[in-house]
């Protein structure tokens, strides 16, 4: 495996490890595999050398990650307030992990930005807006727990890397390369899935776990959706689904019921973005994934103040339903120019 971190970046990293023994890990609101999994798989590798580590999160761990060894020592700020800030204010250092805005920890963005901590990010989104003191910035990696791995790899860690850390990094990596099937064409990643597997890390548990733990509620949701409320656009080779606050309520809606659902329209062929829409208590909450580099990144930034990955993004929409769909709708022939060529001729049907 080729070392592709900054030797400086890693040394300072070290120091900072040395240097510090009380260490806070946090990730992004709304927290994925890759956010808990390499806030966790830290968290044990840390431990394992003695630090005095904990993991505090904007809010709640889904269901689908909590299996993950450790997750009940995760501090959660919607719930205990006053101990998670007792816990920032009183760390030598902050590790933030899967985010690169302040914006995307909600309301722990104020206490984790204004600690006079030391700071590190490590990162794979684009354009990293945060300030800290090293940074591990790598767009093109398949995942945050991916770098977590090379990164406790530089540090010579690697020997402390135990079944519970391998089992955190592999789950981020597993959902974020959607059990490798997408952004998983560097070879080296089947390097560190083998190194993880020595572990005797149960890859299949992970995936049971993370991916295929639905509830009935949320099977008939997502059946719902695809059957009354997906909308093709032909031209824009466009799927888009959108849920309001009565289609989540007559199925019971829970957080993270609809998890994955943005993808199984680009399954249909001819099909190159999806986008869905749903409407929570606080905004509308958009996600969009595309295929041949379609970049939704764009559409998340320009319309919905978001952004994320090339061909994986999110943003929030304050104002109703309608207007939300109404502005991608105005705005949707503008980014045609990215579809492919080489689809012109392809129906889809
Ligand atoms: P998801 O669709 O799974 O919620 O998010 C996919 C990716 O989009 C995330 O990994 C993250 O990079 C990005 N993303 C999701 N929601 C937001 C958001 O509200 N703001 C920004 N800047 N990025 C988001
Ligand atoms: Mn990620």
């Known amino acids: 495996m080729k070392n592709i971190l900054d030797p400086d970046a890693v040394r300072n990293f070290q120091h900072l490890l040395e240097k510090h023994e009380k260490i806070v890990l946090t990730c992004h609101m709304r927290p994925d595999g890759d956010a808990v999994g390499s806030v966790l798989g830290l968290w044990h590798v840390l431990k394992a050398i003695g630090k005095d580590v904990s993991v505090v999160v904007p809010d709640r761990v889904p269901r689908s990650l909590q299996f993950l060894p450790g997750v009940r020592q995760i501090a959660v700020n919607t719930q205990y307030d006053p101990y998670c800030a007792r816990l920032v204010n009183e760390a030598g250092l902050i590790i933030m992990c899967d985010f690169n805005t302040a914006s995307r920890q909600g309301e722990l963005a104020a206490l984790i930005q204004g600690a006079q901590a030391d700071k590190v990010l ?29 990164l406790i790899a530089a540090c010579g860690l690697y020997n402390k890397v135990d079944k519970a850390a391998a089992t955190c990094i592999l789950t981020g990596m597993i959902t974020d390369t959607q059990n490798f099937t997408v952004n998983c064409n560097n070879t080296e990643i089947y390097e560190i899935l083998m190194r993880l597997l020595e572990k005797e890390v149960d890859k299949k548990k992970i995936v049971d776990e993370a991916l295929k733990s639905t509830s009935y509620n949320a099977l008939r949701l997502n059946s719902f959706a695809l059957l009354e409320r997906l909308q093709i656009f032909e031209k824009s080779r466009c799927a888009l689904i959108v849920l309001s606050k009565k289609d989540l309520d007559n199925f019971n809606y829970q957080k993270g019921d609809t998890e994955g659902l943005v993808n199984m329209p680009l399954e249909i062929r001819g099909i190159v973005y999806s986008i869905f829409m749903r409407e929570d208590d606080d905004c509308i909450k958009v996600s969009t994934r595309s295929k041949y580099d379609f ?30 769909k109404d502005i991608f709708i105005e705005h949707i022939a503008d980014y045609d120019k990215f579809l492919p060529k080489k689809l012109e001729n392809l129906e889809i049907n």
């Open 122 to 150: 490590i990162d794979h989104h684009r354009l990293p807006e945060i300030k800290c003191n090293v940074m591990f910035s790598f767009p093109d990696m398949s995942s945050t727990c991916e770098l977590v791995f090379r």
């Open 295 to 324: 970049p939704v990144c764009d559409i998340c930034s320009d319309l919905f103040d978001g952004g994320g990955h090339l061909m994986a993004a999110g943003g929030e929409f304050h104002g109703t339903l309608q207007e939300c």
